[in-house]
């Protein structure tokens, strides 16, 4: 948490100002065995501004969390992984993105021999954007 102070000048009027944040980062990493691995990742703010005596603005919000699921066995891994966005705009908007990935990979010693991702956003209006990329002897390490 932070507090800033200092001053400003309007129209030729100098007032207080202050901007306060408070900010959440937490990070779990849960891997019950060499095969499976589970990542969770957030941060949390909120930020807040007060004009003079009287006008305080209102407080917006911004969460992005993050999910990864791994999943090996022998030279091939599979990972699945997703984000959420939430902004607020105002008092009465605000914006939520959603990410998601999967990857499968097969490696023969430093060398990827396949890989195959597919990644799309989805955000409030409902819209899609798929991808998908073959990748073949790439440096593995």
């Known amino acids: 948490m932070s507090r800033t102070k200092g001053k400003q000048c309007n129209d030729g009027v100098v007032q ?27 941060k949390l703010s909120c930020g807040s501004s007060k004009i003079g005596n009287d006008r305080q603005l209102d407080a917006l ?13 022998g030279d091939t891994d599979l990972r699945l992984s997703g984000e959420h966005f939430y902004n607020d705009i105002d008092r009465t908007k605000h914006l939520n993105t959603w990410l998601a ?8 010693g ?12 989805k955000q409030e209006k409902n819209i899609v954007i798929p991808s998908i990329r073959l990748y073949k002897a790439l440096p593995h390490g």
Not at 16 to 42: C, G, H, M, N, T
Not at 101 to 108: E, K, P, R, Y
Request: aromatic fraction near 16%.
């Open 16 to 42: 207080d100002y202050r901007y306060d944040y408070l900010s959440v980062e937490p990070k779990i990493i849960w891997a019950p065995s060499r095969l499976f691995e589970a990542a969770y990742q957030a």
């Open 61 to 73: 919000w911004n969460l992005s969390q993050r999910l990864i699921l791994s999943i090996g066995w």
């Open 101 to 108: 990935d999967a990857s499968l990979v097969t490696a023969c």
């Open 110 to 121: 430093k060398m990827v021999l396949h890989s195959f991702r597919h990644q799309f956003i």
